[in-house]
């Protein structure tokens, strides 16, 4: 009996089907296709981009193991790509890549033409039964550089963003990630990236979507069977911005979905827009493989504006929307509310509102009323360097002892509940704790968080010295 393509890989099959979960069989072997064999080499016909990674990501051992078996050490295996008609290319993609020797492979060398022009191709944005191919942007026009103000709180995520849109894919911040804490301007910077390059360059497709949409998206895909289409429709996209990229979080599926997606894109010259509440390091249940993508590019903070920003953000805002105010209730309000711009605008906005309901005048009286009502009704934030002043004192030493690099037990202590308050209090990345107490690293901070948590539940004393500075840093 002659040996074909169809019966070594149906030998292979036969071993796989033994060895993996039968849903796992029904999803990723059975719609292979053995196509031919030749000096060793058996070449199998796969669906997509996407399912070939999938299979080299996943199951590259015991495709190893089982051509092995059949054709000895020197097998090698070749896929043929070929897009589904979905897209109007009927011309398979074949790309030579030994399974044996995954080291090898090059993902950036199998390059799938796409045509976003299809009108069978499923857009998750329109509403089924209507026949739309055109990608809106979901992009925000309010949201322009022209308003979004430059200080030094945010002046490199700026400069960052311009460049970005002036080169989509063309500069080495692919991807962007800005992050910071909440309404620091993340989610405005994001779209007048987009907005500014769909104005300089028309033809581009750009897409602004949530995290969180963006799951709700996959799960309907995965429970529609049309999982492909959802990681096709994203693999055309020139320019993808995704806000709060920290939403995916211990989502397995998302995040691995999501990690294809950036894979073509990124080795396809398209760029890749993220915004996050948190720094790469410091973002929980996110896969190592994923995160170190995001740290390819360009990691940008957008922190507190200072007070002259905080200034020319509520003049540009009064500007806008044609109010007067006299320059003195413009810098009270700028110097009593620090927190984030989201809460100095709703400031502005309720003052203005108090004046034209009740006809009163703007005064520094009414002015103090609405910051009072404001900062009451916000949760304080407290400074890094307030929880240092709060440790020193409860250990009777001071900050320059704190911050100093003596390894004395109850200084290092010190040093390592001052780091640990100021993760759990405050939005700062752990780099910048480590920064701000004693010109620590990231890990340094991270170590003094573990080290703590293990010290509360096993040591007594040191869990009184945490009850006690919770009471005093109790916001």
């Known amino acids: 009996m002659s040996v074909t393509a169809q019966s070594v890989w149906n030998n292979c099959l036969e071993f796989i089907k033994d060895n993996i979960q039968p849903q796992a069989y029904k999803t990723w072997f059975e719609p292979i296709l053995a196509v031919k064999l030749s000096d060793n080499s058996l070449s199998i016909q796969v669906p997509s981009k996407f399912f070939y990674e ?35 290319n009927k011309q398979p993609f074949t790309e030579r890549i030994p399974s044996s020797n995954r080291s090898s ?27 739309n191919v055109k990608i809106e942007s979901q992009l925000n026009p309010n949201y322009s550089f022209e308003n979004f103000l430059e200080g030094d709180s945010n002046r490199l995520a700026r400069s960052a963003g ?20 909440v309404g620091l301007g993340k989610t405005h910077l994001a779209h007048a990236i987009g907005v500014d390059i769909k104005d300089k360059y028309p033809e581009k497709t750009v ?64 760029q890749v827009i993220l915004t996050s509440d948190k720094a790469p390091v410091d973002m929980q249940d996110i896969e190592q493989r994923l995160l170190s ?37 413009v810098e009270y309000v700028a110097k009593n509310i620090k927190s984030n711009i989201r809460e100095l605008e709703g400031a502005i906005i309720s003052l203005i509102a108090q004046s034209s309901f009740n006809k009163k005048e703007i ?49 290092v202590q010190a040093r390592q509940l001052a780091m640990f308050f100021a993760k ?28 703590v948590d293990n010290l509360t539940s096993t040591d007594k004393q040191f869990r009184k010295y945490v009850e006690d500075l919770s009471k005093k840093l109790a916001v």
């Not at 970005?164 to 991807?175: C, D, M, R, Y």
Request: proline share 3%.
């Open 293 to 329: 993508r995001f740290k390819w590019g360009l990691s940008a903070e957008l922190q507190s504006p200072d007070f002259e920003t905080r200034v020319s953000i509520l003049k540009n805002k009064l500007y806008r929307d044609g109010v007067e105010m006299p320059e003195d209730i």
């Open 207 to 270: 897409l602004y979507i949530s995290a969180e949409k963006f799951t709700q998206q996959y799960i309907d895909s995965v429970k529609k069977n049309n999982r492909n289409d959802f990681i096709h429709f994203y693999q055309i996209i020139d320019i993808l911005i995704i806000d709060d990229v920290q939403f995916l979080s211990g989502k397995t599926g998302t995040q691995d979905v999501f990690f294809h997606i950036f894979n073509h894109l990124h080795q396809n010259g398209k």
């Open 54 to 88: 999938w299979l080299e990501e996943h199951y590259v051992k015991i495709l190893k193991v089982a051509l092995t078996k059949e054709l000895g050490e020197t097998a090698k295996l070749v896929y043929i790509i070929k897009m589904e008609n979905t897209y109007g």
């Open 162 to 181: 311009l460049a970005v849109a002036s080169k989509p894919g063309g500069t080495s911040f692919n991807p962007l990630l800005i992050f910071g804490g």
């Open 424 to 451: 759990k209090l405050t939005k700062a990345s752990l780099a910048s704790i480590g920064s701000q107490i004693g010109k620590r690293d990231h890990a340094t901070v991270l170590h003094a968080c573990k080290t």
């Open 105 to 131: 492979v090059k993902a950036q060398d199998v390059d799938i033409p796409l045509n976003n022009k299809s009108p069978e191709l499923r857009n998750p944005f329109v509403i089924p039964g209507i026949r």
């Open 363 to 411: 005064t520094i009286d009414l002015a103090k009323q609405v910051v009072e009502k404001f900062v009451k009704n916000t949760k304080r934030e407290v400074s890094i360097d307030y929880i240092q002043k709060i440790v020193s004192d409860y250990f009777q030493m001071d900050v320059d002892t704190l911050q100093s690099k003596t390894r004395k037990r109850h200084i």
